[in-house]
C-alpha cells in the first residue's frame, strides 16, 4: 500500500487526507483529535467504567441479600447494639459512670456479635473469662513487683509477661484449647500485656481494670442479649438442616447418575453433582458444631444435645460421596460398556440405585421429622437383597455369550472390566448407606428422637 496525498480543498478551514489502497480506491483518513478532546474522551470512559462497576456491585448485593435475608437482618442487628452501646457516649450520666471506657463496649460489640447465637456466646464468653483471668493475674504480678521494689519492678513484669503470654500462646496449638477457646487464648495475652504494662505507670490499677471489666461485660451482655431476642440464627438448627440438606443431594445424585450411566437421560448436572456439596461441608460442620455446644436449649433441641454424632454421620455421608464422585466419573469414561451388556445390567443396577437412594431419603426424613422411621430396616433389607441380585449377575458374567457381531465366542475382559467396576462402585455405596443408616439411628437414639406412628389407612 503506498500513501500520497491526493488533495488538498478548504472544507472548514481543514485539510482532507486520503489514502490509496492496491484495488485503486481510496479511503479518508480522520485527523487525531485535539488533547482536550482526548482528554473528555478518557473522561467520559472512566466515567462509565465506574458508573458499570457500580451497578454490577449494587446487583451482586441485592442478590446476596435475596438469596438469604437473614445477612441483612444480622447487619441490622449489629447496627442495633452498636446503637445501644453508643448511648454510654450520647448520654452524659452513662459517660460518668464509665468514662472513656464506654469505648471498650464499643469495641466489644464490634468483635464478639457474629451472625449465629452460638458463635456470639462462644466469642463474648471467651473475652468475659480471658480479660477477668488476665486482668486477676495482672494485678496480682503488679502487686507482687511493687514489693519487691523499684530495681526490681520492671524485670518482674517483664519476665511474667514472657512467661505467661509464652504459655498462653503454646496452649492455642492444643487440638481441644484451639477449637473452643482459641480467642480466649488471644484476649488473655492482649489483656495482661496491656494492663501490665500500663500497670507499671498507672497508679489506680483495681479502678482502670474494674472499669474496663465493666464496659466489655456491658457489649458482650449486649449482645447476647440482641443475638438471641431479635430474630435469632441458631448454629444448632443450621447444622441439623445442613445435614438434612447434604442427604437429600446424595439421594439425588446417586439416581441421577446411574440413570446417566444406563439411560443417558440428559439429567442437569446440577443434580448429577449435588455430593460435592457434602464433600465441601466438613469445615462448615465442623464450624457449626462447635458453636451449637455453647448455645442453650431451644425448639427440639435440648440442653447437651449430641452435636458431636452430627460430626461422625456428615463424615459417613462424605465416604459414600466419595463412591459417587467415583460413580460420576464412570459416565464420560473412554472405556464405554458396549450396549449388550448395559441391557443385561441395566434393570439390577437402576434397582440398586433406587432402593438406595429410597434409604437415604427415608433417613433424611427421619432427620427433618426427628421421629425414627419404622420403614428404615425393611429398606435397608431390600437395598441388601438388591446387592446380593446384582453379584449375582457379576458371577454369571463370565459366562455371558458375546454379542451375534462379535467373532469371539466369549465377551472380552477389556469390554467387562468397566460394567463390572460400576457393579463394584454401587454395591460400595450400598455399603456406606448403611453407616450413614447406623449413625443416624445412633443419633436418634443419643437425641431420644420419638418413633414415628405409622397411619393406618380406614377400612
Excluded at 482459641?182 to 474494674?210: N, P
Excluded at 463424615?315 to 459417587?324: E, L
Excluded at 431390600?382 to 458371577?395: D, R
Aim: net charge positive; aromatic share 8%.
Amino acid at each position: 500500500m503506498t500513501r500520497k496525498m491526493a488533495q488538498q480543498k478548504e472544507v472548514t478551514n481543514k485539510v482532507e487526507w486520503k489514502i490509496k489502497v492496491a484495488d485503486g480506491s481510496s479511503k479518508d483518513l480522520v485527523p487525531e483529535s485535539e488533547p482536550a478532546g482526548r482528554a473528555w474522551l478518557g473522561i467520559q470512559g472512566l466515567i462509565a467504567g465506574l458508573v458499570l462497576k457500580v451497578g454490577k456491585f449494587y446487583k451482586k448485593s441485592r442478590d446476596i441479600a435475596e438469596d438469604d435475608p437473614r445477612k441483612v437482618i444480622h447487619c441490622l442487628k449489629l447496627g442495633m447494639a452498636l446503637t445501644v452501646v453508643s448511648l454510654f457516649y450520647y448520654m452524659r450520666p452513662l459517660y460518668e459512670g464509665v468514662g472513656r471506657n464506654a469505648m471498650w463496649a464499643v469495641m466489644t460489640t464490634v468483635v464478639v456479635f457474629e451472625n449465629s447465637v452460638g458463635a456470639t456466646l462462644c466469642k463474648s464468653l471467651n473475652r468475659a473469662c480471658g480479660t477477668l483471668l488476665a486482668g486477676s493475674l495482672a494485678v496480682g504480678v503488679h502487686w507482687i513487683a511493687n514489693q519487691s521494689g523499684e530495681k526490681l519492678e520492671p524485670y518482674v513484669n517483664g519476665a511474667s509477661v514472657f512467661l505467661l503470654a509464652s504459655a498462653a500462646t503454646f496452649s492455642r496449638f492444643i487440638p481441644t484449647v484451639r477449637a473452643r477457646f482459641d480467642y480466649g487464648a488471644m484476649i488473655f495475652i492482649l489483656t495482661f500485656s496491656l494492663i501490665s504494662i500500663s500497670g507499671y505507670r498507672v497508679e489506680k490499677l483495681l479502678m482502670m481494670a474494674h472499669l474496663r471489666l465493666s464496659t466489655i461485660a456491658i457489649g458482650g451482655f449486649m449482645c447476647i442479649l440482641i443475638s438471641i431476642l431479635v430474630c435469632p440464627i441458631w448454629a444448632g438448627k443450621e447444622l441439623h438442616l445442613l445435614i438434612t440438606r447434604n442427604m437429600d443431594k446424595l439421594a439425588y445424585s446417586l439416581d441421577g447418575c446411574v440413570a446417566e450411566y444406563f439411560n443417558n437421560s440428559g439429567i442437569p448436572m446440577e443434580k448429577l453433582q449435588g455430593y460435592k456439596c457434602v464433600l465441601n461441608s466438613k469445615a462448615t460442620e465442623e464450624s457449626m458444631a462447635n458453636f451449637a455446644r455453647w448455645e442453650p436449649a431451644h425448639g427440639h433441641f435440648k440442653f447437651k444435645h449430641p452435636w458431636r454424632q452430627y460430626l461422625n454421620l456428615g463424615a459417613s455421608m462424605r465416604r459414600c460421596a466419595y463412591c459417587i464422585e467415583a460413580l460420576n466419573g464412570c459416565i464420560n469414561s473412554e472405556n464405554q460398556v458396549p450396549e449388550s451388556l448395559k441391557q443385561h445390567f441395566n434393570g439390577v443396577c437402576l434397582r440398586l440405585g433406587s432402593v438406595s437412594s429410597t434409604v437415604i431419603r427415608e433417613l433424611a426424613t427421619t432427620m427433618k421429622t426427628m421421629k425414627k422411621s419404622p420403614k428404615i430396616k425393611y429398606l435397608v433389607k431390600e437395598m441388601k437383597n438388591s446387592v446380593q441380585e446384582l453379584h449375582n449377575e457379576v458371577e454369571y458374567l463370565p459366562n455371558l455369550p458375546a454379542p451375534p457381531s462379535s467373532t469371539e465366542a466369549m465377551i472380552p475382559l477389556a469390554e467387562v472390566i468397566p460394567i463390572a467396576t460400576v457393579a463394584s462402585l454401587l454395591t460400595e455405596v450400598a455399603s456406606r448407606i448403611e453407616d450413614i443408616a447406623v449413625a443416624t439411628e445412633e443419633l436418634a437414639k443419643l437425641a431420644k428422637f420419638k418413633p414415628a406412628v405409622e397411619k393406618i389407612p380406614p377400612h
